[in-house]
């Protein structure tokens, strides 16, 4: 069995590839399905055949993730160094033919992490530690979220079901036993902190909030903590917006009066699961016009994005991506580097455990065969001292021939290797027996 993960993150890939590898959340079982007859497709080409594979996908607005496991190599269930590196080019080309993108294109943002790195990532990731908001709590339900998804979808057997289980527990081990989460500036303060930069008080300000998801729920909190003017949600199903609206006296509008209402804001906040942006230039720029070319603050923190990017370059807007507010929130980073520590030193140890179950799980099918094969062996001497009892002969005779022809049995292959073997080989063997039959009284 070999792990694998797969993906491009803030760190590797700028939001513009981001938004174009994302998976819409009704995407990812579809998506799941999808990935695991890839990798059986790549198994064919590769002459492999009874390979079982599981997959999951964790796609949110700073990374898009495929782990995978699966029987990748030789009959020894260890994965050659090239099975590896074929199974890693599968994962990496199933990303770009799904989205269909130019593998070319996107494989220098991809990183590749086989076996205990993939472990050791998923469990950062799952810790708050792989986060451009460093020990931010979001993930983890996000996370939580990919692999229920993954299982509803039939993507989990007995290995990614049994990291992702130990992910959830190290996270909840390094969130509770050290310091990794204190103090965050989270992407909406640091929002909150943008647009003081531009306005003097948001007091002052008409702060429009553009979906009704968790995100925009915490910049909802972090702005009304301000008091603005005005508070306005809007959302596609006004229900939903005016149930968050009513939290902070605000009001919701449907999305469809955006056009009509965009002028109206001073502050605007989007973070939708739309494929496609919901505010063009145009839209902007017949806002502005409106305005009078007063200053507008826009911050985009969906993947894909919510706003065209060319609104950037109008001169009275001030739009700033999820990306642009990475160097905001590492304020204060150097204070968690102990916390940090740690949380490693956790990790590590969680690696290495999960790691040797994996390691023991190989065995499993030759332990299986060893008792398989011992069961015979017992049913045929049992078989055999039946019959010589229902015929009459001594039970004591019967039972020292059941015991001897026992013995003879089990010993008979060690001994019909030993006596095969040559030189360093059979110097292994007679190393290696008398650990396998020492006496256990």
């Known amino acids: 069995m070999h792990l694998i993960a797969v993906g491009l993150n803030h760190t590797t890939a700028p939001v513009s590839l981001r938004e174009k590898v994302a998976f819409a959340p009704d995407q990812i079982g579809q998506a799941v399905a999808a990935a695991r007859a890839w990798f059986g497709r790549a198994d064919d080409v590769r002459g492999q055949t009874g390979g079982s594979h599981e997959a999951a996908i964790l796609?949110?607005?700073?990374?898009?993730?495929?782990?995978?496991?699966?029987?990748?190599?030789?009959?020894?269930?260890?994965?050659?160094?090239?099975?590896?590196t074929a199974a890693i080019d599968a994962t990496a080309h199933f990303l770009a033919d799904y989205h269909r993108l130019p593998y070319a294109d996107l494989r220098p943002y991809l990183y590749t992490l086989p076996q205990d790195h993939a472990v050791r990532h998923?469990?950062?990731?799952?810790?708050?530690?792989?986060?451009?908001?460093?020990?931010e709590p979001q993930i983890l339900g996000q996370m939580k979220d990919a692999v229920r998804q993954a299982e509803a979808a039939g993507g989990l057997g007995t290995c990614l079901h049994q990291m992702f289980q130990r992910t959830?527990?190290?996270?909840?081990?390094?969130?509770?036993?050290?310091?990794?989460?204190?103090?965050?500036?989270?992407?909406?303060?640091a929002a909150v902190r943008l647009s003081q930069r531009i306005f003097d008080s948001i007091a002052g300000q008409h702060v429009l909030f553009i979906g009704a998801g968790e995100m925009i729920e915490l910049c909802a909190t972090h702005f009304?903590?301000?008091?603005p003017k005005s508070l306005t949600v809007a959302n596609r199903t006004l229900e939903r917006g005016e149930a968050l609206a009513h939290r902070f006296n605000g009001r919701a509008i449907r999305l469809a009066a955006l056009p009509e209402q965009l002028a109206n804001y001073d502050?605007?906040?989007?973070?939708?699961?739309?494929?496609?942006?919901?505010?063009?230039?145009?839209?902007?720029?017949?806002?502005?016009?409106?305005?009078?070319?007063?200053?507008?603050?826009?911050?985009d923190l969906a993947v894909p994005r919510d706003i065209e990017s060319e609104v950037a370059r109008m001169d009275?807007?001030?739009?700033?991506?999820?990306?642009?507010?990475?160097?905001?929130?590492?304020t204060g980073v150097e204070s968690r580097q102990a916390a940090v520590a740690q949380a490693e030193a956790i990790i590590e140890t969680r690696v290495q455990s999960f790691m040797h179950w994996v390691d023991s799980r190989t065995v499993v099918?030759?332990?299986?065969?060893?008792?398989?094969?011992?069961?015979?062996?017992?049913?045929?001497?049992?078989?055999?001292?039946?019959?010589?009892?229902?015929?009459?002969?001594?039970?004591?005779?019967?039972?020292?021939?059941l015991s001897k022809g026992l013995t003879a049995k089990f010993l008979?292959?060690?001994?019909?290797?030993?006596?095969?073997?040559?030189?360093?080989?059979r110097a292994r063997l007679a190393a290696l027996l008398p650990q396998l039959f020492r006496s256990r009284r």
Do not use: W
């Not at 998923?122 to 020990?135: E, H, K, Q, T, Y």
């Not at 959830?168 to 303060?189: D, L, P, Q, Y």
């Not at 009275?316 to 590492?330: A, E, I, M, N, R």
């Open 59 to 84: 796609s949110t607005c700073n990374r898009t993730e495929l782990y995978a496991a699966g029987n990748l190599g030789n009959s020894a269930g260890r994965s050659t160094d090239g099975h590896v």
């Open 122 to 135: 998923a469990f950062r990731v799952a810790s708050g530690l792989d986060s451009m908001v460093l020990g």
């Open 168 to 189: 959830f527990a190290v996270a909840k081990e390094v969130r509770s036993t050290t310091e990794i989460g204190a103090h965050s500036v989270s992407m909406a303060a």
């Open 224 to 227: 009304a903590a301000h008091k």
């Open 267 to 299: 502050i605007v906040i989007s973070c939708t699961a739309s494929t496609l942006p919901i505010i063009g230039l145009g839209m902007v720029e017949r806002a502005i016009k409106s305005r009078r070319h007063k200053p507008m603050f826009m911050v």
């Open 316 to 330: 009275d807007v001030f739009l700033y991506t999820v990306d642009d507010l990475g160097g905001v929130v590492q």
């Open 365 to 401: 099918p030759l332990i299986q065969d060893l008792h398989e094969s011992g069961e015979a062996m017992r049913l045929a001497e049992l078989d055999r001292a039946r019959r010589l009892l229902a015929r009459g002969d001594d039970v004591d005779a019967v039972l020292e021939a």
């Open 412 to 425: 008979h292959g060690p001994q019909q290797a030993l006596h095969n073997a040559q030189g360093d080989e």
